[in-house]
């Protein structure tokens, strides 16, 4: 019995055109993965249509968080010959599910959060992966955008928040976290200016139980 399987995860920046929903389905379509976690879709509704397409007709199944007006938005898109999905839970910045592989019949909780931009908000969201921690017999595999860095060296430049970086490493240390290492990347946001400012604002964090159960992990960037 095997727990190989393939995750991704991707900020879509918006699903609300025709040339971005067809890039997600092109490249959900050549890929291998067995759950795609989508963030800030910017949607309000998904149906079965476009879910099956953004999917590449390949991953057909779905779980959907509502953008709140033009802000944030989720979506999990799943194989289910070979994902069993259930107990899915929309939270205020977060959408739950408990996932099992078929094959093997290992169970975890997965969490795909999309953190606000604006700073007055952060602290609510940090006060949500609090409250997401689950009982110690869980697995867990908390991923997505979290507009927040923890670490000087996520951040090419030293225009730091220093206050908020203590606060996430607070919450990462609450939920008993760490994070999977992304080998082939330093960074995965950029301002796209002249001098731009990069940051690394999408994570994998893992707690023990999901380490264990999957021990050789192994975290890369797919080509812009």
């Known amino acids: 019995m095997s727990n190989d399987f393939n995750k991704l995860s991707w900020n879509v920046r918006g699903l609300n055109s025709p040339a971005r929903c067809l890039a997600v389905h092109e490249t959900l379509k050549s ?3 067995h759950i795609a976690c989508l963030q800030e879709t910017k949607l309000q509704n998904v149906d079965n249509a476009l879910a099956g397409f953004l999917g590449g007709y390949r991953l057909n199944s779905f779980a959907h968080k509502p953008a709140q007006g033009t802000r944030g938005g989720i979506i999990i898109l ?3 010959s070979t994902i069993l999905v259930n107990d899915i839970h929309i939270g205020i910045f977060s959408l739950s599910a408990t996932v099992t592989i078929r094959s093997s019949g290992t169970t975890f909780l997965l969490t795909v959060v999309y953190g606000p931009s604006r700073r007055h908000q952060k602290t609510a969201f940090l006060q949500h992966l609090r409250a997401l921690k689950p009982p110690p017999d869980i697995r867990w595999l908390l991923l997505g955008d979290f507009n927040l860095i923890y670490r000087a060296r996520d951040k090419n430049n030293q225009n730091l928040d220093l206050q908020l970086m203590r606060h996430f490493r607070a919450a990462l240390n609450f939920c008993e976290l760490k994070e999977i290492h992304l080998q082939n990347r ?13 940051t690394r604002l999408d994570r994998f964090f893992i707690n023990e139980g999901w380490d264990l159960a999957f021990p050789d992990h192994t975290l890369h960037a797919l080509s812009s």
């Open 186 to 198: 330093n960074f995965t946001w950029s301002n796209e200016r002249r001098r731009p400012t990069l």
């Open 31 to 33: 890929t291998t993965c």
């Open 78 to 80: 799943w194989n289910d």
